[in-house]
Each structure stands twice: as C-alpha cells, then as structure tokens.
C-alpha cells in the first residue's frame, strides 16, 4: 500500500486585496506568522425539531466570511491598508467594495471573498515586544475552492 504524503509551505500562498484607493499584494506586506484566516459568517445549515421529533433541516445560502489579515507591527503593509481604510472611510461610495483573493499553485486552493468592508481601524498596541496589527474584513461573498493538494500533478 503506497503511503500519500504532502507538503504545505506558506512560502505558496499568495494574497491580494483590491479596492477604491489602491491594490497591493499582502503575501509581502510583512505578514506574521498567524497569516490570514477565514471564518464562515453563518453556519450553513440550520436544524428544527418539532415537538414530535420530527426534524428540518434549512439551507442557507450565505457564503459570507470574516477575514483576518496578520501583519508584523513594522510591516510596511499596515501603512498601505491604513491608507486603504482611511480613503474607503471618507464615503459610502468607496466602502465594501474590496476584493481578497488567496491562492495556493501548489494545492489548487483558490479563494475570492468579495464585498468586503475593513471592520475597523487595527487594534494598536505599544510594549517592549513588538506585536502584529490585526486588520479584519467583513466580505459579503466568498468563493472557496481547495485544491487537490498535488493529485492532478502527479505528486507523491
């Protein structure tokens, strides 16, 4: 029996975010070591049970995700998404409009999370440690494709 083994570097994953007032890559925007991460708004199914046991189960069709972008405290992308947020904050005409895209080549993963709107300014904090800015996004739609993880490559 052979054995399936695979790889995962985070040196693969890139990041972008696009919107009003600019577009830059967060893969070298001093990104820490907690990276990003996605979170499902909503739970996808919502369960009933009757009084008689009966049950139900209810779709939801939200694909809505929180996005949370780690970055180094003197990472040059807190200036570039500060900016970002500063000129989005001036009118609702800029706001929810960014785009994040992650992709893996490696594994296949590719991920768009749309209609998304800064949740407010990073959270700042000043110590004998440098810490990271946490900047997190509200994203109305995501679509989220993981990847094969090297089977359609040919991998071990």
């Keep these: 029996?052979?054995?399936?083994?695979g790889a995962y570097s985070f040196l693969d994953v890139n990041a972008s975010i696009s919107g009003p007032g600019g577009?830059?890559?967060l893969s070298s925007a001093g990104l820490s070591d907690e990276g990003i991460s996605l979170s499902q708004v909503a739970d996808k199914n919502t369960m009933t049970v009757g009084a008689g046991?009966?049950?139900?189960?209810?779709?939801?069709?939200?694909?809505?995700?929180r996005v949370s972008v780690s970055l180094l405290k003197t990472a040059t992308g807190n200036a570039q998404l500060n900016?970002?947020?500063?000129?989005?904050?001036?009118?609702s005409a800029y706001w929810g409009q960014n785009v994040l895209t992650i992709t893996n080549a490696v594994t296949g993963d590719s991920i768009v999370c749309t209609g998304g709107a800064f949740?407010?300014?990073t959270?700042?904090?000043y110590k004998t440690e440098g810490a990271?800015?946490?900047?997190?996004f509200d994203?109305?739609?995501?679509?989220?494709i993981l990847g094969d993880n090297y089977q359609s490559t040919g991998g071990v």
């Design 123 to 125: 959270n700042l904090g």
């Design 23 to 25: 577009s830059f890559s």
């Design 1 to 5: 029996m052979a054995v399936q083994m």
């Design 132 to 136: 990271m800015n946490v900047w997190e």
């Design 139 to 144: 994203c109305i739609a995501s679509e989220q």
């Design 119 to 121: 949740i407010k300014q």
């Design 83 to 91: 900016a970002l947020y500063r000129h989005q904050a001036v009118s």
């Design 53 to 65: 046991g009966d049950g139900m189960h209810s779709l939801r069709a939200s694909t809505a995700v």
